[in-house]
């Protein structure tokens, strides 16, 4: 039996995009009765065990600290790192893993490079947009001049680097020159499924558009406020936008909400449990992504998944998998005027959506969690 261990600072039931997509590999790879599949994470703060056993996947979990449970910082990632390389040895002597996968540059490929330095275990590093430098200067601004250093040092031990995106990948090129595949982000068909007997809105019925996402600038959310505020009054009466996440950001935007006066139109609802996520989004009738930069958003494959088609923003790799007018709607980031012009297509012919609704499932379906692991799997 091969031994696989995965490395990330956050798991479920961790919420992060990453972490979430992780966990969807990490379980599809336990379905394989060939692999014994394992994963060093972060107990976030001391919220989770130190072990447990998640649906078929070993779940080993290192002290580190952590404040915001959707969100890390810098000292946070040295933390988990420092944790991470003490548990080496013991989970070498434990465990044996045949195969690393490292779910970002850094800290988790850097854990892995000294696992492989010191042991041999050859690794992958699965390249997710904030460890690749020049992603988010203006969130890490400090470290990814040395980030540079790391990502070469890392990438060039580790046997294969992926990256979720084509964009992602050309921006890691800058940084180094050696080979980097791409590998999409999945999503569960099973689990997010479209709802039975859907009913759509027809010409004077309520259109409702969700939004999952953290609440941090790089979402765009302030373009989407300042969008509904542009729409005329017999549009605003005709939308509902729920909001659905948390994060630091999110006071400012409430504030904005109120200061727009869109307070009956843009709604935030929370954190949503998992479990919960495709009955939450099959509640809607579209999708909405305001961000300013992403990769391939396992939110959007989720909302396409359960019937939703969506307006979305041109960055990363989405037109690899939205056509504009076949499966939703593209806009330009940024732009309040292209998200207002986007609702009111949608809201001036909302057959629009049913149209729309079976090409987005079918795209999903390409997505699938079992074809996205075939490939992590090849490179072993």
């Known amino acids: 039996m091969l031994i696989v261990l995965f490395i990330c600072q956050g798991y479920s039931p961790y919420y992060g995009g990453a972490e979430n997509a992780l966990t969807a590999t990490a379980e599809e790879a336990a379905k394989d009765t060939s692999l014994d599949i394992h994963v060093l994470t972060s107990d976030i703060g001391g919220r989770l065990p130190s072990f447990e056993k998640l649906n078929g996947v070993s779940v080993h979990r290192v002290s580190a600290p952590k404040k915001d449970w959707t969100r890390h910082t810098a000292g946070e990632l040295i933390g988990f790192y420092l944790s991470a390389t003490k548990k080496i040895d013991s989970l070498q002597s434990d465990i044996k893993p045949d195969f690393i996968f490292a779910y ?226 593209l806009i330009n980031p940024a732009s309040p005027n292209d998200i207002k012009d986007a609702i009111e297509t949608v809201l001036n012919n909302p057959k629009l959506i049913e149209n729309m609704r079976e090409k987005a499932i079918a795209k999903s379906c390409d997505f699938s969690w079992d074809i996205i692991w075939q490939q992590y799997k090849e490179l072993m």
């Open 104 to 329: 970002f540059t850094m800290p988790a490929g850097l854990a892995a490079r000294k696992w492989f330095l010191k042991y041999k275990v050859p690794y992958a590093v699965v390249l997710q947009g904030s460890d690749v430098p020049g992603y988010q200067p203006d969130r890490f601004k400090i470290i990814h001049i040395p980030m540079q250093l790391v990502a070469r040092m890392v990438w060039k031990y580790a046997k294969r680097v992926t990256a979720v995106g084509r964009p992602l990948k050309e921006l890691a090129q800058k940084t180094w020159n050696g080979e980097i595949s791409v590998i999409p982000n999945g999503v569960d068909i099973k689990r997010f499924v479209p709802a039975e007997d859907k009913k759509f809105p027809d010409g004077t019925s309520q259109i409702k558009f969700a939004l999952t996402s953290q609440l941090i600038p790089r979402k765009g959310i302030q373009y989407l406020i300042e969008s509904v505020e542009m729409l005329a009054d017999e549009h605003r009466k005709r939308i509902e936008v729920n909001i659905y996440g948390t994060g630091p950001y999110k006071d400012e935007l409430v504030k904005m909400v109120k200061t727009a006066g869109v307070e009956d139109e843009i709604f935030f609802r929370g954190l949503i449990e998992k479990e919960n996520m495709c009955e939450t989004l099959q509640g809607n009738d579209m999708f909405l992504m305001s961000s300013l930069q992403e990769g391939l958003p396992l939110s959007l494959l989720e909302a396409m998944a359960c019937g939703l088609p969506a307006i979305v923003t041109r960055v990363g790799d989405v037109e690899s998998v939205i056509t504009n007018g076949e499966n939703g709607l």
